[in-house]
């Protein structure tokens, strides 16, 4: 009877060593994107769309009386 030997395929694979630069390189350029997208988008969402009203600081409350009626 002959003797069959399987060998198992190689696991020394090349192109598994960059998968985790790939990953880093992936994560990084989201963190960039959400830094240079997400910070304005949410400075516009914390700022209220009101209108401004503005008060002086001093208000000129000098009346003029008629002093032509003669009473």
Aim: no cysteine.
């Amino acid at each position: 009877m002959a003797t069959i030997v399987n060998n198992p395929a190689p696991t020394n694979d090349q192109s598994n060593s960059l998968m985790p630069l790939v990953y880093l390189g992936v994560f990084i350029a989201l963190i960039v994107f959400a830094i240079y997208f997400g910070l304005p988008v949410l400075r516009r969402a914390t700022t209220p769309n009101q209108t401004q009203i503005t008060v002086p600081d001093k208000i000129d409350v000098n009346v003029s009386t008629d002093q032509g009626s003669g009473n």
